[in-house]
């Protein structure tokens, strides 16, 4: 009986010290006409975006300024809310769900433009996320902005499964393209005429992990 209960204390001590690697806590910071989190310290840059695993969770904080950021939600993962001199601190509820979750604040951007950031949800796990500059990978999808036919530029190393994924403005998945070792420095050309005109996210899959996510427009 003596055994059975230290076994179980053990597992209990096991689990706890687990459990921070399990989630995270992202703080966003928001300034006067940016959104920069983590790492993302540019002066110059209004937007922010990452990836995030499954169960994290994020605090947007406005630390100093009186200006007005509502902070909403293009695809309606969150509610939307205030960051001013009365609201300086939000936290969400945990994201459970894998997919691309853009925001923007209301007072000084829009949908991918101005102040805006976006959400990238992976599954969790030791490799759900993978530095792209660290590993060495790249893509580009050029001509941005264009007609349709664009081309895929992509720096890769042999044995690995690389795809695009491209996906609307509300994380809705409209192709994947298989991205073949053989793809030289010339590019792979890909016909995208046939879907609508407006902004759209390309993220590198990598191993069926996403690498980075960049965003890509479509004209007429």
């Given at each position: 009986m003596k055994l059975f209960t230290r076994s179980m204390?053990?597992?209990?001590?096991?689990?706890?010290s687990l459990a921070p690697t399990l989630a995270a806590n992202i703080t966003i910071l928001v300034g006067d006409n940016f959104y920069h989190g983590p790492g993302n310290t540019d002066p110059n840059k209004q937007n922010?975006?990452?990836?995030?695993?499954?169960?994290?969770?994020?605090?947007?904080?406005?630390?100093?300024?009186?200006?007005?950021?509502?902070?909403?939600?293009?695809?309606?993962?969150?509610?939307?809310f205030q960051m001013n001199a009365s609201s300086r601190s939000v936290t969400l509820p945990a994201f459970n769900t894998v997919g691309s979750n853009p925001y923007h604040c209301m007072a000084h951007g829009g949908p991918l433009v101005g102040q805006y950031g976006i959400l990238n949800v992976v599954a969790?796990?030791?490799?759900?996320?993978?530095?792209?500059?660290?590993a060495g990978i790249e893509v580009n999808v050029y001509p941005n902005p264009s007609r349709g036919q664009v081309t895929v530029q992509l720096?890769?190393?042999?044995?690995?499964?690389?795809?695009l994924r491209l996906s609307n403005i509300i994380g809705q998945e409209v192709r994947t393209v298989a991205l073949k070792p053989e793809l030289t420095a010339a590019g792979l050309p890909v016909d995208l005429s046939d879907l609508r005109t407006g902004v759209y996210f390309y993220s590198l899959l990598v191993d069926g992990k996403v690498a980075s996510t960049k965003r890509l427009v479509l004209q007429n």
């Open positions: 204390a053990a597992l209990a001590m096991l689990i706890l922010d975006i990452r990836n995030i695993t499954v169960g994290d969770v994020v605090t947007f904080s406005y630390p100093t300024g009186n200006s007005s950021h509502p902070t909403m939600s293009d695809n309606g993962a969150f509610a939307t969790a796990g030791p490799t759900a996320t993978l530095d792209a500059r660290t720096n890769q190393k042999a044995g690995i499964d690389y795809k």
